[in-house]
């Protein structure tokens, strides 16, 4: 498997070289990252050329705040977390206001990363018995545009649509570019990182005009989340430990 992952890495910086190749050991998984403007052809020439003939999964990437945290867990102990961090960090803020890690009077929205939003592909191959992620950045912030894949790769479609509908990434060539998961009158996209965990607005019954409206949230305040820390298990230390006292003390 390992020899089969090199010769895939060697024939993909032979054929795509403006592209950059990464390789996540030990298990070798492959990630091609492509410019925006090779992303359809280079889908094509995986089809056809490397024998990639199935997409198994397409999604959005925000990197707002990318690699920052709500909680500061560098010094984590028996007795849990540290502090959680000052400010307003990525979702948690209300309605109308921005990421910050700053809090006060004085606090200013996060800067926006140079490339912030991504389409991640993941292709597989029966013939070869290989798996290939491909990547690539949207041009523009404010407005993603990336090209469908539906051409190429015809189970693509509602994917892409889920990746428009909750990152607001627009597929150019989709034959039915339209939400998917969310409302007809949803306002924004629930999975980019400057939409408050709150939501933007909520739905309530008015009496007097005897419909449903829609109005900015007001009744519920953002929550922190609770970091996953994942330690390692020293019950065995500890009881090795607490047998070797015990024999100390006899």
């Known amino acids: 498997m390992a020899q089969q992952a090199h010769s895939l890495i060697d024939r993909l910086r032979a054929r795509f070289a403006g592209a950059q190749v990464f390789v ?9 990252e492509l410019a925006a403007a090779d992303w359809k052809a280079a889908a094509l020439a995986l089809r056809d050329e490397f024998g990639f003939e199935q ?12 690699g920052s945290a709500e909680w500061d867990t560098s010094d984590v102990s028996s007795n849990g977390f540290s502090r959680g961090v000052e400010g307003k960090n990525v979702g948690r803020f209300a309605w109308g206001e921005f990421p910050s890690h700053e809090s006060g009077e004085g606090a200013r929205p996060d800067a926006m990363p140079k490339q912030r939003f991504a389409v991640v592909a993941q292709l597989r191959s029966y013939q070869h018995n290989q798996l290939l992620r491909i990547r690539c950045y949207a041009p523009s912030e404010e407005l993603p545009v990336v090209a469908s894949l539906t051409d190429v790769y015809p189970g693509v479609n ?17 034959p039915d570019l339209r939400r998917i998961l969310t409302d007809y009158g949803f306002v924004g996209h629930p999975f980019r990182k400057d939409f408050p965990l709150i939501g933007n ?16 949230v007001t009744s519920v305040e953002p929550r922190v989340g609770v970091a996953r ?21 006899k």
């Open 24 to 32: 996540i050991e030990p298990r070798g998984e492959v990630t091609l």
């Open 229 to 249: 820390v994942i330690r390692e298990d020293s019950r065995y230390q500890t009881a090795e430990g607490e047998r070797a006292q015990s024999e100390a003390s």
């Open 201 to 216: 607005v909520e739905v309530r019954y008015d009496e007097e005009k005897k419909r449903v409206i829609y109005e900015p």
């Open 55 to 66: 997409l198994v999964d397409l999604c959005g990437v925000d990197y707002l705040g990318y």
């Open 158 to 174: 509602w994917f892409e649509r889920e990746a428009f509908d909750l990152f607001g990434v627009v597929f150019e060539g989709h």
